[in-house]
């Protein structure tokens, strides 16, 4: 069972549309961070969330941290084929690092 | 060059061989941790060492053990490998803050005939 579930699984879209993923658990996390992966790479962060409520924003992409630090979004505004990747959660727990089953978003031209 | 470097990068063996995956890294970092990675399972925690002198399992450890033989190299190890332990494996390091940022190393694709 994992700790984090991610939906949805899959994702394929075209480009200009948005698309939000979801990571949801019953536990509580200090932090929830969302990590980027292409093919034949380690993943790489992309944003850490700390605070109950907190949105960050990194240019197309919003990032939003539940109030009770269970569960964490990730919106994309006119999605573009650059963005095609594997997107991770990762909840962070007593200096642990618990990561969902990931998204894998595709995006076409 | 990676800070983060992982060995061999492919690997196929047999069922009831040793294999080990090593790790080096030159962030100078003192957390390491060792994931597997299987399609549609994320990324599950193997084994984690927040020095030299500290190692802990994850969630996954059965049929694994590591060694940290020096603040940069965390090494882990398949004593009598099987099929099932075929799966995309990552090192990464951290700088141990309660936010920090966790740094991969590009993978080492293991497969079990």
């Known amino acids: 069972t994992q700790l984090l579930e991610q939906s949805p699984q899959f994702l394929s879209i075209q480009e200009g549309e948005n698309l939000t993923v979801y990571c949801n658990s019953s536990?509580?996390?200090?932090?929830l961070q969302w990590y980027r992966q292409e093919p034949g790479e380690g993943p790489v962060l992309l944003v850490t969330?700390?605070?109950?409520?907190e949105v960050k924003k990194l240019k197309r992409l919003t990032f939003q941290f539940g109030d009770a630090r269970k569960d964490s979004s990730l919106h994309i505004t006119a999605a573009q084929p650059g963005d095609t990747g594997l997107y991770l959660c990762?909840?962070?727990?007593?200096?642990?690092?618990?990561f969902g089953s990931g998204t894998k978003l595709n995006v076409k031209p | 060059d990676a800070d983060v470097t992982q060995t061999p990068r492919n690997r196929i063996t047999k069922t009831g061989k040793r294999i080990m995956l090593e790790c080096s890294q030159t962030?100078?970092?003192?957390?390491m941790y060792w994931y597997r990675q299987d399609p549609g399972l994320g990324l599950q925690l193997i084994y984690y060492?927040?020095?030299?002198?500290?190692?802990n399992k994850g969630e996954i450890s059965d049929g694994y053990s590591v060694s940290r033989q020096a603040q940069a190299k965390f090494s882990l190890s398949l004593e009598s490998a099987i099929p099932n332990q075929t799966a995309l494996y990552f090192c990464?390091?951290?700088?141990?803050?309660?936010?920090?940022?966790?740094?991969f190393g590009e993978g080492s694709r293991l497969t079990v005939l």
């Open positions: 990464a390091t951290s700088a141990g803050k309660r936010t920090g940022e966790l740094f």
């Open positions: 962030k100078g970092h003192d957390r």
């Open positions: 536990s509580v996390f200090s932090s």
């Open positions: 990762a909840g962070a727990q007593l200096n642990k690092f618990y």
């Open positions: 060492s927040f020095d030299v002198k500290d190692i």
């Open positions: 969330v700390v605070t109950g409520g």
